[in-house]
């Protein structure tokens, strides 16, 4: 087609929604100017609204940033709390221990499963060390 124009990845892969993008003014009953971003500068703003799509965010996947200790690069450190449960994978000659890890400021349905070996030699702590019987 003439005239059209395509963003990011072409063919199979491409996006079929961009944004979300804020509405700054309505033009009339059915075109509204948007802010687009400064890559998107050669795109007129105004747009109709069969080419909108609501976006709805999911509330409890949002985690409030105020106690996660958030860095300038917008990355924080992931503290584990508590070691949740143990369970032991046979494969053909071996077995790997692994453990689920609670971790702080994540759900106890965003616990995940980590090697036994490697949580032990990072976080020592969590394993309460078992006295020996003599």
Not at 14 to 43: H, N, T, W
């Amino acid at each position: 087609m003439e005239g059209v124009m395509r963003f990011g990845k072409k063919g199979k892969l491409s996006p079929c929604f961009m944004g979300p993008y804020q509405i700054l003014r309505r033009i009339c009953k059915v075109a509204y100017e948007i802010d687009l971003s400064s890559d998107l500068a050669l795109v007129h703003p105004i747009f109709d609204v069969s080419l909108f799509k609501k976006c709805v965010g999911d509330q409890t996947s949002i985690v409030p940033l105020g106690g996660l200790g958030v860095k300038e690069n917008l990355s924080y450190e992931q503290v584990p709390i508590e070691i949740l449960d143990r369970q032991v994978l046979k494969l053909r000659n071996k077995e790997v221990s692994f453990v689920i890890v609670f971790w702080r400021n994540q759900l106890v349905e965003d616990a995940t499963w980590e090697a036994e070996a490697d949580m032990k030699s990072c976080y020592p702590h969590l394993f309460p060390s078992v006295p020996t019987k003599a």
